[in-house]
T-cell receptor, first 112, second 114 residues
Framework: KNQVEQSPQSLIILEGKNCTLQ??????????LRWYKQDTGRGPVSLTI?????NTKSNGRYTATLDADTKQSSLHITASQLSDSASYIC???????????FGKGNQVVVIP | DTGVSQDPRHKITKRGQNVTFRCDPI?????LYWYRQTLGQGPEFLTY????????KSRLLSDRFSAERPKGSFSTLEIQRTEQGDSAMYLC????????????FGDGTRLSIL
């Protein structure tokens, strides 16, 4: 079973609307959680990184939240734009482990 | 552009051939990672270097795969006797030392095995 589960797998939203993506993880002991944006045919680009003590972090129209107790994170996209169409990947790191655990991504399609 | 660069961007080859990919990390980064990504999946860890030392390898990295980082700068990933299951995007990432340092990814090499 994957240590990082993301939902929904895919969604379609109208330009200008908001959406929220979910990430649940079982990685332990927790070190940090990252959200990446991956455009088709490109490498992932870091959006946010949060450690245990942080419960929210923003990057422009992207706001990530973290609840380390329930092992859940969300990524909220405000006032979506066509350029937000991409896969959003949740990545979790464990202490003492150089490997990252990747989710499969949330595929977002923004339509005009 | 001072990001991570990968070459080539695309590689098409016949089954059984050998292929080699190159990754040039961000110059001040001492950590370098290789990942494999198939359609609809997140990246899967292959191997990791700190400077020139290869510190970790995934079980995904069969004996047909070899990675080097001879001078602690660029890295190469070679696949020998390619199989159709090797078709994937091969991503390279680099980072500074430190648990909370973000990994910066290149745009990958898309490998297609005929």
């Amino acid at each position: 079973k994957n240590q990082v589960e993301q939902s929904p797998q895919s969604l379609i939203i109208l330009e200008g609307k908001n959406c929220t993506l979910q990430c649940n993880y079982t990685v332990s002991p927790f070190s940090n959680l990252r959200w990446y944006k991956q455009d088709t045919g490109r490498g992932p680009v870091s959006l946010t990184i949060m450690t245990f003590s942080e419960n929210t972090k923003s990057n422009g129209r992207y706001t990530a939240t973290l609840d380390a107790d329930t092992k859940q994170s969300s990524l909220h996209i405000t006032a979506s734009q066509l350029s937000d169409s991409a896969s959003y990947i949740c990545v979790v790191s464990a202490y003492g482990n150089n490997r990252l655990a990747f989710g499969k991504g949330n595929q977002v399609v923004v339509i005009p | 552009d001072t990001g991570v660069s990968q070459d080539p961007r695309h590689k098409i080859t016949k089954r059984g051939q050998n292929v080699t990919f190159r990754c040039d990390p961000i110059s001040e980064h001492n950590r370098l990672y290789w990942y494999r990504q198939t359609l609809g999946q997140g990246p899967e860890f292959l191997t990791y270097f700190q400077n020139e030392a290869q510190l970790e390898k995934s079980r995904l990295l069969s004996d047909r795969f070899s990675a080097e980082r001879p001078k602690g700068s660029f890295s190469t990933l070679e696949i020998q006797r390619t199989e159709q299951g090797d078709s994937a995007m091969y991503l390279c990432a680099s980072s500074s030392a430190g648990a909370s340092q973000p990994q910066h990814f290149g745009d990958g090499t898309r490998l297609s095995i005929l």
